[in-house]
C-alpha cells in the first residue's frame, strides 16, 4: 500500500545521501498553473464583476447574483448551527486567541548614542484578505486559524473569500459563513480560486465603476496549485503568506511508538487529498511492518478510502527506514514536514533537536489532528520544504516592523564624518552633502 525506501547501512557503505531527492514529495508544478491563472488574474482586473461572475460559473458551477454574503445570512448561518459544532469552534478560537495573543511583539527603543535613538514599531497591516478553500472538505478551521492572528495583531479590515456551494445557495458552504458570523467577520465574498484571489488583490468593480471590494495589502490561507499560483502571479501587487502546496505528515517513531496511532495519523492527513503526502521514518523495520498492516485495515474502514488509498500509494508517501533516530533526525529536517510528529523514547529531547518543520507534535497524545482544531497553535503553516526558510501563520504575518530614527544636533554632528566617508567610498556625495548643509553656518 505504500512505498518503502530503506537507507540503512548505505552511510557505512561510504555514500553521500541527499535526503531532499530521496524522501517523496508530492510533484506540484506551480509554474505550469501560471499559464492558466494569468489570463484569469488579467480578465478580473479588467473587467471586474463581469469577469469573475463569468469564472465563477465556468469553474463553480454556479450563478451568482451577488458576490457579497448578506449579512443576513452570515447571522442566521451561526443561528443554525449545530451546537456542538458551534461549541468546538468557540473553543478552537478561545485556544487560539490564548496561543495568538501572546504572540504580538513590544515597541522598543534603543539608544545608540545620547541623543539618538532607533524605536521599533510594530504596525498592523490596514486591510487583509484570507481565503478559505472549499473543495474535497469544509474547512471553517481555516477561518478560525486566518481571522484570530489578524484580529490579535489588531488588523482593522478583514475581508473572506471562498469558493460558492452549489448546495448552499451559491454562497460559501453554511459552517464556514457561521465561524464568520462567530468572529465577527461580515465581508464575506461567494468567490474562489485564482479570481478570488484577484479580486482580493485589485479589488472589485461593477460595470458603472462602483467600487464592490476595495483591496487589500495581504493575502492569506491555503489553497489548491490555482490559488498558489495566483498568489506566485501577484505578490508584489499584494503580500501574501506563502505558496502553500499539498498537505503533509511526517513520523518520526522508534520501536516504543503505537503502530495503531502512526497509523491512524498518517491515514488523518492522507484525508486531505489524493496528492497529500504521509510519511514515516522509523528505525524500527517490525514497527514498519506493523504500520503497513494496520494501514490496510483503517484504510478499508474509513470514509473516503479512495483518497486515501491515492495519497498512500502516492509517490508523495512512502516509509523511510533508517539506521537509528540520529539519521532519522538528518532525514525530517532535510524533508522540513509541514507536520511533524516525534514518536519516539525521550520525544521531547528528540523534538528539541528539530531543526526544520512547520509545527512538531511531541509524543503520543499530540497527534497532528488536535493542531487542525484545537491545540491553540496555527494550521496555516509552511509546505513542500519552505519551513527550512520559512514560518506558520501568527500574529507577526500581520505585522510591520516600522524603524523610527531620531537624532540630535550633537549626535548627528557626532556620527557625521562616518556618514561623509562612507558616502564618498561609494560615490554619493550628495548623501555627505546632506549632512554638511545642516552645519555650513558653524
Not at 509554474?31 to 471586474?48: E, F, K, M, N, S
Not at 465556468?58 to 454574503?69: H, K, N, Q, S
Not at 526544520?356 to 489532528?369: D, I, L, R, T, Y
Amino acid at each position: 500500500m505504500i512505498r518503502r525506501i530503506d537507507l540503512r547501512g548505505r552511510l557505512a557503505a561510504g555514500e553521500s545521501l541527499d535526503y531532499r531527492s530521496l524522501v517523496p514529495r508530492a510533484p506540484v508544478d506551480v509554474d505550469a498553473a501560471l499559464d492558466a491563472v494569468r489570463p484569469i488574474c488579467a480578465d478580473v482586473r479588467r473587467r471586474g464583476l463581469s469577469a469573475v461572475k463569468e469564472l465563477t460559473a465556468r469553474f463553480d458551477g454556479v450563478e451568482l447574483d451577488d458576490v457579497r454574503v448578506p449579512r443576513q445570512a452570515i447571522d442566521d448561518a451561526l443561528t443554525s448551527l449545530d451546537p456542538t459544532v458551534r461549541a468546538a469552534l468557540e473553543e478552537s478560537v478561545a485556544r487560539a486567541r490564548r496561543v495568538h495573543g501572546d504572540q504580538r511583539r513590544a515597541e522598543v527603543t534603543t539608544t545608540v548614542v545620547p541623543g539618538g535613538t532607533v524605536t521599533e514599531r510594530w504596525v498592523p497591516v490596514g486591510r487583509v484578505g484570507l481565503y478559505v478553500p472549499g473543495g474535497l472538505a469544509v474547512y471553517p478551521s481555516s477561518v478560525v486559524m486566518n481571522v484570530v492572528p489578524a484580529q490579535e495583531a489588531g488588523v482593522e479590515s478583514l475581508a473572506i473569500a471562498s469558493p460558492p456551494q452549489r448546495g448552499a445557495g451559491g454562497r460559501p458552504h453554511p459552517t464556514i459563513l457561521a465561524a464568520c458570523a462567530l468572529l465577527g467577520v461580515t465581508e464575506v465574498y461567494a468567490v474562489g480560486g485564482a479570481q478570488a484571489l484577484a479580486m482580493l488583490a485589485y479589488g472589485l468593480r461593477d460595470d458603472d465603476g462602483v467600487s464592490l471590494c476595495d483591496p487589500v495589502d495581504l493575502v492569506t490561507g491555503p489553497g489548491n496549485v490555482y490559488v498558489a499560483a495566483a498568489k506566485r502571479l501577484l505578490r508584489g501587487v499584494v503580500g501574501i503568506d506563502a505558496e502553500a502546496g499539498p498537505t503533509e505528515i511526517a513520523v518520526l517513531a522508534d520501536d516504543s511508538a503505537d503502530p495503531v496511532h502512526v497509523a491512524a495519523d498518517l491515514v488523518s492527513q492522507a484525508e486531505h487529498d489524493p496528492l497529500a503526502a504521509s510519511v514515516l521514518v522509523t528505525d524500527s523495520e517490525a514497527l514498519a511492518d506493523t504500520v503497513d498492516d494496520e494501514l490496510r485495515t483503517r484504510v478499508a474502514a474509513t470514509k473516503h478510502d479512495e483518497r486515501v488509498r491515492t495519497a498512500l500509494a502516492g509517490e508523495q508517501s512512502g516509509i523511510v527506514l533508517v539506521d537509528d533516530i540520529a539519521q532519522g533526525l538528518a532525514v525530517v529536517d532535510a524533508y522540513a514536514a509541514e507536520h511533524l510528529e516525534i514518536q519516539t523514547r525521550d520525544a521531547a529531547a528528540v523534538a528539541a533537536r528539530v531543526r526544520n518543520a512547520g509545527a512538531v507534535f511531541v509524543g503520543p497524545w499530540s497527534p497532528v489532528s488536535l493542531g487542525d482544531y484545537a491545540a491553540g497553535s496555527n494550521h496555516v503553516l509552511p509546505t513542500g520544504g519552505s519551513a527550512r526558510h520559512s514560518s506558520g501563520l501568527s500574529v507577526q504575518s500581520f505585522l510591520r516592523g516600522v524603524h523610527v530614527v531620531e537624532y540630535d544636533r550633537a549626535a548627528l554632528q557626532d556620527v557625521g564624518g562616518h556618514v561623509r566617508a562612507l558616502a564618498d567610498a561609494e560615490d554619493l556625495p550628495a548623501h555627505g552633502a546632506a549632512i554638511t548643509a545642516r552645519f555650513e553656518d558653524d
